[in-house]
Protein backbone atom coordinates (compact mmCIF):
# COMPACT_ATOMS: atom_id res chain seq x y z
CA UNK A 1 0.00 0.00 0.00
CA UNK A 2 1.05 3.55 -0.47
CA UNK A 3 -0.73 6.48 0.91
CA UNK A 4 -0.16 9.91 -0.95
CA UNK A 5 -1.34 13.44 0.22
CA UNK A 6 -0.94 16.27 -2.33
CA UNK A 7 -0.26 19.79 -0.69
CA UNK A 8 0.28 23.13 -2.57
CA UNK A 9 -2.92 24.40 -4.55
CA UNK A 10 -4.24 27.96 -4.63
CA UNK A 11 -5.73 30.58 -6.57
CA UNK A 12 -3.26 32.54 -8.77
CA UNK A 13 -3.35 34.84 -11.17
CA UNK A 14 -2.64 34.23 -15.06
CA UNK A 15 1.48 34.29 -15.61
CA UNK A 16 1.70 33.14 -11.99
CA UNK A 17 3.56 30.20 -10.46
CA UNK A 18 2.74 27.32 -7.85
CA UNK A 19 4.62 24.35 -6.11
CA UNK A 20 2.55 21.70 -5.81
CA UNK A 21 4.16 18.73 -3.19
CA UNK A 22 2.97 14.77 -3.21
CA UNK A 23 4.32 13.08 -0.06
CA UNK A 24 4.26 9.12 -0.35
CA UNK A 25 4.15 7.29 2.62
CA UNK A 26 3.65 2.93 2.84
CA UNK A 27 5.22 0.53 0.18
CA UNK A 28 8.99 1.37 -1.15
CA UNK A 29 8.44 4.78 -2.46
CA UNK A 30 11.84 5.35 -4.33
CA UNK A 31 10.67 2.36 -6.69
CA UNK A 32 7.44 3.63 -8.03
CA UNK A 33 6.38 5.57 -10.81
CA UNK A 34 4.92 8.43 -10.13
CA UNK A 35 2.31 10.71 -12.47
CA UNK A 36 0.48 13.90 -11.96
CA UNK A 37 -2.87 14.40 -13.58
CA UNK A 38 -5.99 16.87 -13.56
CA UNK A 39 -9.36 16.88 -14.06
CA UNK A 40 -11.17 19.93 -14.84
CA UNK A 41 -15.18 20.60 -14.37
CA UNK A 42 -16.91 18.05 -16.84
CA UNK A 43 -13.98 16.73 -17.90
CA UNK A 44 -11.68 13.63 -17.78
CA UNK A 45 -8.82 13.17 -15.86
CA UNK A 46 -5.59 13.82 -18.24
CA UNK A 47 -1.78 13.46 -17.62
CA UNK A 48 0.09 16.13 -16.80
CA UNK A 49 3.45 15.14 -15.90
CA UNK A 50 5.30 11.35 -15.33
CA UNK A 51 8.99 10.60 -13.23
CA UNK A 52 10.51 7.18 -12.46
CA UNK A 53 12.58 5.82 -10.10
CA UNK A 54 16.08 7.59 -12.12
CA UNK A 55 14.36 10.68 -12.70
CA UNK A 56 13.50 10.48 -16.36
CA UNK A 57 10.16 12.41 -17.26
CA UNK A 58 7.52 13.08 -19.70
CA UNK A 59 5.20 15.83 -20.01
CA UNK A 60 1.81 16.73 -21.88
CA UNK A 61 2.01 18.94 -24.56
CA UNK A 62 -0.08 21.36 -22.94
CA UNK A 63 2.56 21.78 -19.91
CA UNK A 64 5.94 21.01 -21.44
CA UNK A 65 7.93 23.97 -20.94
CA UNK A 66 6.19 25.55 -18.66
CA UNK A 67 5.80 22.59 -15.80
CA UNK A 68 8.36 20.81 -14.20
CA UNK A 69 8.08 17.38 -11.80
CA UNK A 70 11.05 15.97 -9.88
CA UNK A 71 11.20 14.01 -6.86
CA UNK A 72 13.06 13.45 -3.73
CA UNK A 73 13.44 10.16 -2.84
CA UNK A 74 15.14 10.86 1.16
CA UNK A 75 11.79 12.70 1.62
CA UNK A 76 9.03 10.52 -0.18
CA UNK A 77 7.96 13.70 -2.12
CA UNK A 78 7.81 14.22 -5.39
CA UNK A 79 6.99 18.07 -6.57
CA UNK A 80 5.44 19.43 -9.44
CA UNK A 81 6.40 23.15 -10.10
CA UNK A 82 4.04 24.98 -12.33
CA UNK A 83 5.15 28.27 -13.90
CA UNK A 84 3.34 30.61 -16.45
CA UNK A 85 0.08 29.79 -15.70
CA UNK A 86 -3.00 30.24 -17.61
CA UNK A 87 -6.74 29.71 -16.91
CA UNK A 88 -7.12 26.52 -18.45
CA UNK A 89 -4.77 25.17 -15.99
CA UNK A 90 -7.50 25.04 -13.91
CA UNK A 91 -8.37 21.64 -12.10
CA UNK A 92 -8.33 19.60 -9.48
CA UNK A 93 -4.68 18.20 -9.72
CA UNK A 94 -3.70 15.00 -8.32
CA UNK A 95 -0.81 12.35 -8.06
CA UNK A 96 -0.67 8.76 -8.16
CA UNK A 97 1.67 5.93 -7.89
CA UNK A 98 2.46 2.71 -9.84
CA UNK A 99 4.12 -0.69 -9.01
CA UNK A 100 5.05 -0.49 -12.40
CA UNK A 101 8.61 1.28 -13.24
CA UNK A 102 7.28 1.95 -16.51
CA UNK A 103 6.02 5.15 -18.35
CA UNK A 104 2.16 5.30 -18.60
CA UNK A 105 -0.36 8.35 -19.35
CA UNK A 106 -3.05 6.16 -18.60
CA UNK A 107 -4.73 6.49 -15.47
CA UNK A 108 -6.01 3.08 -15.20
CA UNK A 109 -2.65 2.08 -15.07
CA UNK A 110 -1.62 3.61 -11.43
CA UNK A 111 -3.03 2.13 -8.39
CA UNK A 112 -2.74 4.53 -5.83
CA UNK A 113 -4.31 7.93 -6.18
CA UNK A 114 -4.11 11.20 -3.65
CA UNK A 115 -7.09 13.12 -3.12
CA UNK A 116 -6.25 15.83 -5.16
CA UNK A 117 -5.63 19.80 -4.70
CA UNK A 118 -7.50 22.56 -6.35
CA UNK A 119 -5.56 24.68 -8.65
CA UNK A 120 -7.01 27.81 -9.78
CA UNK A 121 -6.16 30.27 -12.23
CA UNK A 122 -7.66 33.67 -12.72
CA UNK A 123 -7.59 35.61 -15.72
Known amino acids: QVQLVESGGGLVQAGGSLKLSCAAS????????MGWFRQAPGKERVFVAF???????AYADSVKGRFTITRDNGKNTVYLLMNSLKPEDTAVYSC?????????????????WGQGTQVTVSS
Open 51 to 57: INWSGST
Open 26 to 33: GRTFSSSA
Open 96 to 112: AARTSPYYSRDPELYHY
